[in-house]
């Protein structure tokens, strides 16, 4: 029986409310550390985790079973928080 292989290398960006400068130094790691643990429930694992005060660059391998829109949606809603 063939098997299908897929992977789907995806590079996010998105910025903060307003683009201010909401992300210390000092916050930064814990929360790239809890995006990424968001990404590893969603089964897409976070490749890489960077940014500067008032955006955040992400790259995923993003899971064949979830569309992008459906992935972005408790990304954003919940590192907002």
Known sequence: MAQTLT???V?????????RNLITA??????HAYMSGI??????PS????GIENHVHLLVSLSKNIALSYFLMPLKKDSSK
């Open 7 to 9: 992977r789907i290398l």
């Open 47 to 50: 490749l890489a985790i960077g």
């Open 39 to 44: 990404c590893r429930n969603l089964e897409s």
């Open 26 to 31: 000092a916050f930064e790691p814990e929360l």
């Open 11 to 19: 590079h996010l960006v998105f910025s903060t409310k307003d683009r």
